[in-house]
């Protein structure tokens, strides 16, 4: 149990911060000065992102599920973070290299089929931040319901909300959602030097984000940022699960590429030889399928000749970043690595080059956007006061004009919160609604550009064309999630507006789920709590079972025990019930009507053990 | 202003109520925001100070556990915090706001209609422009004298603007203002030609 301390009763709610990776996700909280890991059940700090459905409808999160991949493949899920926030369209090509099976309905919001459950990826997630919260309880002793959670910084708006979404499905209040590069530069300390201009590189198991922030005084400012989510470690294990399975093609003349089971195998192998190959020059893909063996021996060369490519589409975004942030090469003082694939040479070489500093990788690339979730965290319950987080919106915010154009609002890399207001009026007598289609993306043309969502604002006053007057107001938030209010020029009331999002599920929907979980939750918190009670009572009434054996026992007169018999009988009354409370308090009712014989029990084996001496 | 604080009744003269100190719904002009006097010749190193210094008091990571109300004022303030700093900091925009806040829009005069002493030199810019689309590269050094030319103008009404905005800051006379929308138009209309050619002009600059 951590060390507390009381701050004159009112305590505060603990937040924690956490890292939902693609690969790995990790909680965290601000442990007095330093930010610190909690561990889960088996003692590992990474939960593995992997959520397993099993036939009994028991759900397994983490290590245990990762075992199951190769067993149950069919009924579980890993880099779901992938799939947040995106459309059935979006992910064709995820779907030809990942094993999801996409549920009939899926239109706007995609559902996975797992056996015979269909889960939204916010649903799926919402099981991986539960079992952290759980994670956090029991390291705690208390409940948790409030976070920060990390996203990448290049997530739109959709990938946004369905984080949040996942959040509160997990009964997470979502305090913040921090770009996960201005997060690891928080864990670093940067603001040591108390101004300077960094950048950070990202390259994790799904996305590759790049930031460039100035340092000014414990103020965090993100000049600029930019980023692929779609590309990360999860692209070179596909490159070299592709040629594990043309060798195994010809060797053994057999196509494996349609078992899942087969390709879970190879996936395992190829990641152990990738991860030997940062600290080898050789390493062994090893691959056992149904008593046949593949070994194939790779190179870092070849190795380095394969992710090339990949290395290098990261340097456009790094290159395009610097010029949006007005900053010269030069400029950059230091360079912090984030993200598991930055520990590949060739990945650290890259950046080196292009950033012409030695980059940062004390700390490990795996923890560091955790523990500055939790430095997040420690900022908004008040506790940290000199540091400040000033990032900003990855993507331009649009809507649609005539002829299909977009008209930008608020362009990239503005700080956030950030806002824009336009008029609207009608285009026809008596007209009673607008609509109103919001986009994300530079591209000119609205079908270049990330659809949003659409607006209506409904139940205008019929009037002449041109009259109404409606002032809407678009605000990025400081999660980098869009809100928009309208409001009545002319009577000044809030005008009312109906908000259909193109890929997300709707404000009724993401409450259903919560109902569903919340109670879940609950329930689980609280059956742990009189399971924890229990044992506490079971340990009390067994001593008390051996004291009655003890001397001691019959030194106290009748009355006396009769005052212990008494709570102990009321214990093993509320022992049943579901109220650990209860329970607690009877327990704490027995170890006082107990101290003396305590007490007694303590002489007399004080006396026994003269006795013994004197022998 | 003279509102209500909405915490504890009593008047509030600023951001901050001076009683209980909670945070007031923020003016929406940028200049009243920062505390600055309304001028168009502004000192950035200032300017930057005061953000700063603004975004440690209104930002919504100082009001993570206040009242609901408190945390929507710091939402609305520091959006338009953020807003007027990024409007203010650049002399062009802030000119274009400083401007329109005494109701001459740039928008409005905003058109297609060539500057007159420009007409010759813009008609043998679209030609060449034209010849180069049509894969003719021999226009490449004439467009590359024209983009140079074009952005010396560019930093000579940049000159000249810096100029006007002192002189309007000491005397505020109306007709200076009516100079600067000139120069604002003008610097518009030949920022557009150095896009347009700049376009053409692969590897030439890294803007958007």
């Known amino acids: ?615 | 202003m003279d509102f209500a604080c909405w915490q504890c009744g009593q008047a509030a003269p600023g951001l901050f109520c001076a009683h209980c100190g909670a945070l007031q719904q923020p003016p929406a002009g940028y200049f009243e925001l920062f505390g600055s006097e309304e001028k168009l010749a502004l000192d950035p190193a200032a300017l930057e100070r005061r953000f700063y210094e603004l975004s440690r008091q209104l930002h919504p990571d100082r009001f993570g556990r206040k009242p609901l109300i408190e945390r929507q004022h710091s939402e609305q303030a520091s959006s338009v915090l953020n807003d007027a700093y990024r409007t203010l900091r650049d002399p062009i925009t802030r000119a274009e706001y400083f401007l329109k806040q005494r109701g001459l829009d740039i928008g409005e005069q905003r058109s297609k209609d060539v500057p007159p002493e420009l007409l010759e030199e813009v008609f043998e810019l679209n030609m060449a422009l034209e010849e180069m689309r049509a894969g003719d590269t021999s226009a490449r050094p004439q467009l590359e004298q024209a983009r140079d030319r074009f952005t010396n103008m560019l930093e000579q009404i940049d000159r000249q603007l810096e100029n006007e905005f002192t002189s309007y800051d000491g005397a505020q006379r109306p007709e200076v203002l009516t100079a600067i929308r000139g120069l604002l138009n003008r610097r518009r209309y030949i920022q557009n030609l150095v896009n347009e050619v700049e376009k053409e002009l692969p590897g030439s600059a890294l803007s958007d």
């Not at chain 1, 997630?125 to 990390?150: C, D, M, W």
């Not at chain 1, 062994?284 to 290098?312: K, M, S």
């Open chain 1, 1 to 615: 149990m951590p060390f507390q301390i009381d701050f004159g009763g009112r305590k505060q709610e603990r937040v924690v911060g956490i890292d939902l990776g693609t690969t790995n996700s990790l909680v965290a909280f601000m442990d007095l000065t330093a930010p610190k890991i909690i561990p889960g059940e088996d003692g590992d700090k990474l939960v593995p992102s992997v959520v397993s459905f099993s036939e009994s409808g028991e759900i397994v999160v983490g290590n245990n599920a990762r075992r199951l991949l190769i067993t149950q493949p069919e009924r579980t899920v890993y880099s779901v973070k992938r799939l947040m926030g995106r459309g059935a369209a979006d992910i064709q090509e995820e779907l030809k290299l990942f094993p999801f099976h996409m549920a009939e309905d899926s239109e706007s919001v995609i559902k996975l089929r797992l056996g015979d459950v269909e889960l939204t990826p916010p649903e799926i997630s919402a099981y991986i931040l539960r079992q952290l919260k759980k994670n956090a309880e029991t390291y705690f002793g208390e409940p948790v319901t409030q976070a920060v959670i990390t996203v990448p910084a290049y997530f739109n708006d959709a990938q946004r909300q369905a984080t949040k979404d996942a959040g509160r499905i997990a009964g997470l209040e979502v305090l913040r959602l921090v770009n996960e590069p201005t997060a690891a530069s928080l864990a670093y300390g940067l603001d040591k030097r108390k101004n300077g201009t960094i950048a950070v590189y990202d390259l994790g198991g799904g996305t590759f984000d790049i930031s460039i922030l100035k340092l000014h005084d414990g103020i965090f400012e993100v000049l600029a940022t930019n980023g692929d989510t779609h590309l990360g470690g999860d692209d070179i294990d596909n490159l070299l699960i592709r040629i594990g399975l043309e060798d195994v093609a010809s060797e053994w003349g057999m196509d494996v590429s349609g078992s899942q089971e087969a390709v879970q195998l190879l996936r395992r192998a190829v990641i152990q030889a990738k991860e030997e190959l940062s600290f080898a020059p050789v390493a062994t893909v090893a691959f056992e399928y149904r008593g046949r063996n593949y070994r194939r021996e790779i190179t870092r060369d070849l190795l380095e000749q394969l992710i090339a490519p990949i290395v290098e589409r990261t340097m456009g975004p790094c290159r395009a970043c610097l010029a949006d942030a007005h900053v010269k090469v030069a400029d950059i003082d230091e360079v912090v690595m984030v993200g598991g694939s930055t520990r590949i040479p060739f990945v650290r070489q890259a950046v080196e080059k292009l950033f012409r500093a030695k980059p940062h990788t004390e700390l490990n690339p795996d923890e560091v956007v955790a523990l500055g979730a939790a430095v997040q965290a420690a900022i908004l319950s008040g506790d940290l006061e000199d540091k400040l987080l000033l990032d900003v919106t990855p993507l331009s915010l649009g809507i649609e004009t005539m002829g299909g154009l977009t008209s930008k609002l608020i362009h990239r890399n503005s700080t956030i919160p950030a806002s824009a207001t336009e008029m609207f009026t009608t285009a026809v007598d008596g007209q009673r609604n607008v609509l109103i289609h919001v986009v994300q993306g530079e591209r000119e043309l609205v079908k270049d550009c990330r659809s949003l969502a659409r607006f209506d604002l409904k139940e205008i006053d019929p009037m002449p064309a041109g009259l109404p007057r409606i002032e809407v107001r678009f605000l990025i938030d400081a999660n980098g999630i869009l809100n928009v209010t309208a409001r009545d020029q002319r009577t000044g009331k809030e005008h009312s507006l109906e908000v259909k999002p193109s890929y997300g599920l709707n404000d009724e929907q993401v409450e259903a789920m919560i109902l569903e979980s919340y109670e879940k939750a609950e329930e689980d918190f609280r059956e742990r709590q009189v399971r924890e009670a229990r044992v506490e009572a079971d340990n009390i009434l067994t001593a008390l079972d051996k004291a009655r054996q003890n001397e001691a026992w019959f030194e106290l007169d009748g009355e006396e025990r009769a005052a212990i018999e008494k709570p102990v009988n009321e214990l093993l009354m509320v022992y049943h019930s579901d109220d650990h409370l209860l329970i607690r308090a009877k327990i704490d009712e027995v170890n006082e009507a107990t101290t003396k014989l305590a007490e007694n029990m303590m002489n007399s084996a004080v006396r026994g053990a003269l006795k013994g001496t004197k022998i």
